[in-house]
Every structure is written in C-alpha cells, then in structure tokens.
C-alpha cells in the first residue's frame, strides 16, 4: 500500500509552458484534492473531487485544470504557467461523504518553480 | 474561504517542556485534524476529532474538538528535538467535504 503518490517530486517551468502534475492513490479513496503551500500561508484548496467523473473548484482554482477519470488518479494541469504559480503542490485523498468520519492523507509534494 | 486562526504563529522551547497550540474558526466544524510537516515532506496526521468535547491521544499529543465547535487544542508533552515541524490545523463545515487549514504553528525544540 503506497498511499498517495505524486511526481515529479521537482519541477521547473518557463512562464508560458504547460505541464500535468500526478497523483495517485491506492486506498480505494473516493474524495481526492490539490492543494498549493506558499510560504507563511496554510494549504489552499485549488479543485477537489469527490469521485471519478466529478470535479469542483476549491478557493483558488484559476490557472489549473483537474480531471477525474479513474478512483486512482487526479491530476493537476497547469495550462500556461506563471510565476505566481511558484509554490508547493500536495494531493490528499480520503474516504469522503458529508456527516462521514474521515481523514486526509497527503502525498510528499511537488515542488514548482515558474522563471 | 474559511479563514482559521492557528496560534501562535512559532513557538522556541526547551526539551522537556510541554507544548499548547490552538486553532479557533468563525465558523462550526464536524471535523478536527492535526497535522505535523516536515521540511521537504507533505502533512503527516497526528489526530482526528470528530465529536465535540472529545479528546484524544497519541503518545505524548493531546487534542480536542472545543465544546463550542469552533476551536481545537493540541499539546505536546515533554517535548523531544524531533518534535520540531509545523503543526497544522484542519477544519472541515458540516456542509461539504472541503478541508480548511490553519496557517501553521512552527515548533523548535532546543536540545
């Protein structure tokens, strides 16, 4: 059981360049989420999915992309990077369901940089 | 987005004390988590609460859900240098499945 795994573990784009950041997971989770880190801040949601064929926006959605096509994979795109988009990448999943007990596990990261 | 209120923002203690950490929301959550990060490394959980008023334990940490619904507690005791991270707190509403996190609490424990 890996859990939640994501690559590449580094990442460095010119502004304009798009590219996919994976995630994958082996829990059987239905609910998956990205999240970005910056310095001195908390997590913050970019898009979440709550199973496969759905996905929703989260507080700071605009510059990426998600689908959801497999309960395994949620991956990130960015389709035209910008610095602003410099900062850590964590994807999380767990079981999901409103009014259900549940926890989130999250994946080692991806660190991007946007020159 | 929710906003939660993690304090205090850094804390620098001797080995062998105790550690407290709060996290407080406008808002009433469902659900508390904490988490430890490590540099490099993604948020490890610590606890979960699901119940308000409860408490629970691992190891040497302790957290509650507050009886208000809008506040949780950690503590470390007897702190050791490989407690040194950041500790986040998460919340979740009781509407949605989203998580909102604290803005971290950076522990540094002085041998």
């Known amino acids: 059981n890996a859990g939640v795994t994501q690559t590449p573990k580094f990442q460095v784009l010119k502004t304009g360049q798009s590219m996919t950041l994976q995630c994958a997971q082996d829990m059987n989770h239905e609910y998956m989420s990205w999240y970005r880190q910056d310095p001195g801040m908390g997590l913050r949601l970019i898009h979440y999915s709550v199973g496969a064929g759905i996905t929703d926006q989260g507080e700071v959605p605009n510059g990426y992309n998600v689908s959801r096509s497999t309960t395994e994979d949620f991956p990130l795109r960015l389709l035209s990077a910008a610095p602003s988009q410099t900062s850590v990448y964590f994807c999380?999943?767990?079981?999901?369901?409103?009014?259900?007990?549940?926890?989130?596990?999250f994946g080692p990261g991806t660190r991007l940089t946007v020159l | 987005g929710q906003q939660l209120n993690q304090s205090p923002q850094s804390m620098f203690i001797q080995e062998g004390e105790d550690v407290s950490m709060n996290c407080t929301s406008s808002s009433i959550f469902n659900t508390w988590l904490w988490y430890k990060q490590e540099p490099g490394e993604g948020p490890v959980l610590l606890i979960a609460l699901y119940k308000a008023g409860e408490l629970t334990s691992n190891g040497r940490l302790t957290a509650q859900f507050g009886i208000t619904r809008k506040d949780s507690f950690l503590n470390i005791s007897a702190s050791i240098p490989s407690d040194v991270g950041i500790y986040f707190c998460a919340g979740r509403l009781n509407t949605g499945n989203q998580f909102y996190f604290g803005t971290g609490t950076s522990l540094t424990v002085i041998p």
């Open positions: 999380a999943s767990s079981y999901s369901g409103v009014g259900i007990t549940d926890t989130q596990y």
